[in-house]
Nanobody, 123 residues
Framework: QVQLVESGGGLVQAGASLRLSCAAS????????MGWFRQAPGKEREFVAS???????YYEDSVKGRFTISRDNAKNTVYLQMNSLKPEDTAVYYC?????????????????WGQGTQVTVSS
C-alpha cells in the first residue's frame, strides 16, 4: 500500500506560481512512477504530468513549458511547480503512484491516489 498526501494548493491570480507537493509513504518510493492529474468542475479527470522511477518526464500539452514535475527520493516527495498559471488551470489536483515505475498518461495504471488539493486561478 502507498499513502499519498498532497499540499500546496490555493487561490492565486493569473500569472502567479504555485508548487504542489505530494508526500508518499508505505513502500519504496524510488521504485514508483509518480503522476499528477487534475479535475475541473464538470469535467473528467485528466493527466497533467508524470515522472518515471528514473528521470523520464511527460507533460500534457497545455502545461508544457509552464509546469515542471520533479521528485526527491530522499524525502519521498514529488512536486509540481506551476508557473504562469491561467484560469483554465483551476481544478482539484491529484497525486498518483504507478507501481510499474514507468510513468504513463493512462489513469488506470495508477493504483494509488491522494485526496486532492484545490488550485483556483482568478483572472
Amino acid at each position: 500500500q502507498v499513502q499519498l498526501v498532497e499540499s500546496g494548493g490555493g487561490l492565486v491570480q493569473a500569472g502567479a506560481s504555485l508548487r504542489l507537493s505530494c508526500a508518499a509513504s508505505g513502500r519504496s518510493f524510488s521504485d514508483l512512477a509518480m503522476g499528477w492529474f487534475r479535475q475541473a468542475p464538470g469535467k473528467e479527470r485528466e493527466f497533467v504530468a508524470s515522472h518515471s522511477w528514473r528521470t523520464s518526464t511527460y507533460y500534457e500539452d497545455s502545461v508544457k513549458g509552464r509546469f515542471t514535475i520533479s521528485r526527491d527520493n530522499a524525502k519521498n516527495t514529488v512536486y509540481l511547480q506551476m508557473n504562469s498559471l491561467k484560469p483554465e488551470d483551476t481544478a482539484v489536483y491529484y497525486c498518483a503512484a504507478d507501481p510499474t515505475g514507468w510513468g504513463t498518461r493512462v489513469e488506470a495504471k495508477y493504483n494509488y491516489w491522494g485526496q486532492g488539493t484545490q488550485v483556483t486561478v482568478s483572472s
